[in-house]
T-cell receptor, first 115, second 113 residues
Framework: QKEVEQDPGPLSVPEGAIVSLNCTYS??????FMWYRQYSRKGPELLMY????GNKEDGRFTAQVDKSSKYISLFIRDSQPSDSATYLC???????????????FGTGTQLKVEL | NAGVTQTPKFRVLKTGQSMTLLCAQD?????MYWYRQDPGMGLRLIHY???????AKGEVPDGYNVSRLKKQNFLLGLESAAPSQTSVYFC????????????FGQGTRLTVV
């Protein structure tokens, strides 16, 4: 079983829809949770990060973490064609454990927002 | 500000050939990483470095070697390329232990025939 599971999609939605992207994980030691966005033939870019459980909002994006269920989500409101990309969740242990603070990634979900 | 720069961007190798991928960052970051990205597999960590002169194995290190002789550079070597190493390779850097954000390069598309 992979430490981080993510539905690869592809997910196709109409412009203006609310998008929900999800990841589950098995290692309860993960403390930091991130979402990266990757456009075609580009490197991933950090979109949002959260620490521990709860919600974090940034414009049209909301990141949600439920540590009791080992489940994280990214919601995109009023989706736009420019949101079409692959979204990768990533997790790491608490910063002070050392070991290079490796990021463990999900496989990514490919999203297409259509006009 | 260039950020993280990878060289080359594309390469085709024959089985058994060797090559070195170069990653350079101008942000004075301590941590650097090499990942490979394959369809359906996501990003998998090959090797990483927590500072100049240090390297460590990641999830899929076999067939690769790395060196971090200078803080700004992280080299990934393939001594004898195999078709299974056909992939997109990403380098990333991170400021240090207390910073979560990793900055990625544009990637190197490697095909081994």
């Amino acid at each position: 079983q992979k430490e981080v599971e993510q539905d690869p999609g592809p997910l196709s939605v109409p412009e203006g829809a609310i998008v929900s992207l999800n990841c589950t994980y098995s290692n309860s030691a993960f403390q930091y949770f991130m979402w990266y966005r990757q456009y075609s033939r580009k490197g991933p870019e950090l979109l949002m990060y959260t620490y521990s459980s709860g919600n974090k909002e940034d414009g049209r994006f909301t990141a949600q973490v439920d540590k009791s269920s080992k489940y994280i989500s990214l919601f995109i409101r009023d989706s736009q064609p420019s949101d079409s990309a692959t979204y990768l969740c990533a997790m790491s242990f608490t910063i002070l454990t050392g070991g290079g603070n490796k990021l463990t990634f999900g496989t990514g979900t490919q999203l297409k927002v259509e006009l | 500000n260039a950020g993280v720069t990878q060289t080359p961007k594309f390469r085709v190798l024959k089985t058994g050939q060797s090559m070195t991928l170069l990653c350079a960052q101008d942000m004075n970051h301590e941590y650097m990483y090499w990942y490979r990205q394959d369809p359906g597999m996501g990003l998998r960590l090959i090797h990483y470095s927590v500072g100049e002169g240090t390297t460590a194995k990641g999830e899929v290190p076999d067939g690769y070697n790395v060196s971090r002789l200078k803080k700004q550079n992280f080299l990934l070597g393939l001594e004898s390329a195999a078709p299974s190493q056909t992939s997109v390779y990403f380098c990333a850097s991170r400021e240090g232990q207390l910073k979560t954000e990793a900055f990625f390069g544009q990637g190197t598309r490697l095909t081994v025939v």
